[in-house]
């Protein structure tokens, strides 16, 4: 089974794998940029902090240099953990997907309702499309062969919709370890 990268914002100046790690640095304390990374990993993270711990005591540029480098090299590592690319570190306010920023204010916020509500209505809307564009044209589809090809790709395309949506789910949830994945939807067998 393939990875899928997540695309937050891990590899942003401002996003919470730097924020951590600036933290860290000014605690003298790598403790709280370990877990962004895999235990396997960990020895090159300290021994990554000692260096930068090291070069930023004598303060001005070699500081700067010194948390970059750290930063660069965290990143780096958390996003091979991911399975994903290094692509480099990403400026401040670099443009985000709303889904992301979703997920972190409702981790500010401690709710979940508008992250649910906002990815349930985007789901919802793409497969009412697609569902009445086909049901529209599945009441013409016997008049001629035309309308019956309209309506054969418009199935195609809301049953592939689906399709996809589905397998998006099911594969995320086990590519993410979850316990208590769904198998996915329930078959006829299920009822």
Not at 40 to 48: L, P, Q, T, V
Not at 100 to 124: I, N
């Amino acid at each position: 089974m393939a990875v899928v990268p997540a695309d937050a914002h891990c590899d942003t100046v401002d996003g919470p794998v730097v924020n951590d790690a600036r933290e860290a640095l000014a605690a003298g304390d790598v403790t709280p940029v370990l877990k962004w990374v895999r235990p396997g990993d960990e020895s090159e993270i300290r021994a990554a902090f000692a260096k930068a711990v090291a070069v930023r005591s004598g303060g001005g540029v070699g500081r700067e240099v010194a948390d970059t480098w750290f930063f660069e090299t965290l990143v780096r590592v958390h996003r091979a953990g991911e399975g994903a690319p290094y692509t480099g570190l990403k400026p401040s306010g670099s443009p985000l997907d709303p889904a992301v920023r979703l997920a972190d204010r409702a981790l500010e916020t401690g709710s979940a309702d508008a992250l649910v509500a906002a990815l349930t209505s985007h789901l919802t809307a793409g497969l009412r499309e697609r569902f009445g564009k086909t049901a529209e044209l599945r009441r013409h589809a016997a008049d001629n062969v035309e309308a019956g090809r309209a309506y054969v790709a418009a199935y195609v395309e809301l049953v592939h919709h689906a399709e996809r949506l589905h397998r998006a789910l099911v594969s995320m949830a086990h590519t993410h370890g979850e316990e208590n994945a769904p198998g996915g939807l329930p078959t006829e067998h299920d009822h």
